[in-house]
């Protein structure tokens, strides 16, 4: 078993254009993506430059770069959309869900990063609920 693990997500698709995503499936080496949820920024938490000043950091300066741009708003809605098409009176799928079965989508091994304990649970949660339909 052999295994690549590679930054990869819907705002970081620089594996599929650099040709590394289909070398990886060619050779039978299993990638796992890393960042899916692209530092947060795909889990639905940040969709205006007004969410974005509270935070402090570097991240503040990358996510201001991005929120609020045309094409980040474009995928946010289409990820709540596709969140709110599959989800049930049951079962709600999260947007963080999209960006994680999007990932698997692709053949890869999504591995989210938490840093809280509600996030770990989310994430858990996201995953055995996939798993599960």
Not at 2 to 19: K, T
Not at 78 to 103: E, K
Not at 106 to 121: C, D, E, N, S, Y
């Amino acid at each position: 078993f052999f295994s690549n693990q590679i930054q990869y997500s819907l705002l970081y698709r620089f594996p599929e254009s650099n040709g590394l995503l289909q070398a990886c499936q060619e050779l039978n080496v299993q990638v796992l993506a890393y960042s899916p949820l692209a530092l947060g920024l795909l889990t639905g938490k940040y969709t205006t430059p007004e969410s974005v000043q509270a935070m402090k950091g570097p991240r503040r300066q990358l996510f201001s770069k991005i929120v609020g741009t045309p094409e980040y708003t474009r995928l946010m809605d289409t990820m709540q959309q596709v969140a709110q098409a599959h989800s049930t009176t049951d079962r709600s799928i999260s947007v963080s869900q999209v960006a994680i079965n999007w990932c698997r989508s692709k053949g890869t091994i999504p591995i989210p990063g938490a840093r809280t304990l509600r996030q770990v649970k989310s994430n858990l949660q996201d995953a055995i609920a996939d798993d599960n339909h």
